[in-house]
């Protein structure tokens, strides 16, 4: 009987992507309000545009939307086949818009383009760039992001392409913000049901803020939220493969920590109730099933936006640690980062004026 292994995929290797590669990923998804139900009990968002039809609908949406994270992190899935199935780790994320917003019945797509390789000097290993774009049904652009991820090598002695590495801004552009938001009626936002009597205004820039409370990740509920995703990569699952590997165990999806950082900044931003962009984030170091995740956050810069008066940006650097509260505002520490750091994420928040 022949075999059948050709018919399977191993997932794409570094020396298997060429420049100016385009992706189109499999498989397209649907949304429905149960995804919005179990991404809600994971990770506990409570922004309330995206927890109640009638508040998102008394400020100018039809609906609720979906959490932006949840769009992030569904468009991202869909690449991980083709991009990071054998990635080492994923590294971190540029210019990230978000351009319309996603509500329970689209259903999303995604395509990459290689924009940049690089061999690590190791030899076993190389960085990849993307940038990726999710769609909905109507085919517009809902989301559109680079990131850059190390993958393993098949075989070391593969020649690598001559080093290619893209210039990644260092901000998105303030015309970019704001795309997915309608025009808000503020008469509608009920300070008091939000859950924050402070508006854009009310911040300053340099202010930080600890946002207090802390969540400790289980192992089967980071895998559950992975599945949700449709993100296979092999690190999150494997541990028969992951216990032979450099930590000895399964590693926690990068993004996971993105939402439960989110998720906690609530106490503290609940009215920065939309993200409008990623300006960059890096992953500082690994997170394990066990470790306890607070965060913290730092108000960059207070925008107003072109031809809008209900709303502002609030640019955000929201930093997560794991095992360490954030009363004294872990940080950066010389060259590197504070032991306990996970994330460094800098972002536009969009809050009503």
């Not at 085919?139 to 680079?146: E, K, N, P, S």
């Not at 205004?201 to 340099?206: F, L, V």
């Amino acid at each position: 009987m022949a075999s059948g292994s050709a018919k399977t995929a191993s997932g794409r290797f570094f020396e298997d992507f060429r420049l100016g590669e385009r992706l189109r990923h499999a498989t397209p998804r649907s949304v429905s309000e149960g995804d919005v139900s179990l991404y809600a009990a994971i990770f506990g968002p409570r922004f309330a545009v995206q927890s109640s039809n009638p508040f998102a609908a008394a400020i100018g949406y039809p609906r609720s939307p979906i959490d932006d994270l949840l769009a992030f992190h569904l468009v991202f899935g869909k690449t991980v086949a083709d991009v990071s199935l054998n990635a080492i780790a994923n590294l971190g994320y540029a210019d990230c818009r978000f351009l319309k917003p996603v509500y329970p019945g689209d259903t999303l797509s995604a395509s990459s383009e290689v924009i940049g390789l690089k061999e690590n000097s190791n030899r076993q290993s190389g960085v990849v760039y993307v940038r990726s774009q999710g769609f909905n049904q109507q085919g517009d652009v809902v989301l559109d992001y680079i990131r850059w991820v190390i993958v393993k090598k098949r075989d070391p002695d593969a020649p690598a392409p001559a080093p290619a590495v893209p210039d990644l801004p260092q901000a998105v552009g303030i015309e970019a913000l704001g795309a997915a938001c309608p025009p808000i009626d503020r008469g509608g936002y009920e300070l008091a049901l939000a859950g924050s009597p402070h508006l854009w205004g009310d911040y300053e820039i340099g202010e930080k803020i600890d946002h207090v409370d802390g969540v400790t990740v289980e192992e089967a509920e980071h895998q559950i939220a992975t599945r949700l995703f449709q993100n296979n990569a092999k690190v999150h699952f494997n541990l028969f493969s992951e216990a032979q590997g450099r930590f000895g165990r399964r590693l926690i999806y990068g993004g996971h920590v993105i939402s439960l950082a989110r998720s906690l900044s609530f106490n503290g931003l609940a009215n920065a109730f939309a993200i409008a962009a990623i300006n960059s984030g890096r992953h500082a170091a690994p997170l394990f099933a066990g470790d306890t995740v607070f965060a913290w956050s730092e108000v960059l810069a207070r925008q107003e936006l072109p031809g809008r008066e209900d709303i502002g940006a609030l640019r955000l650097r929201t930093v997560a640690t794991k095992n360490r509260p954030c009363g004294d505002f872990p940080d950066r520490a010389g060259e590197g980062y504070d032991p306990a750091m996970i994330l460094d994420l800098d972002y536009w928040a969009l809050a009503v004026r």
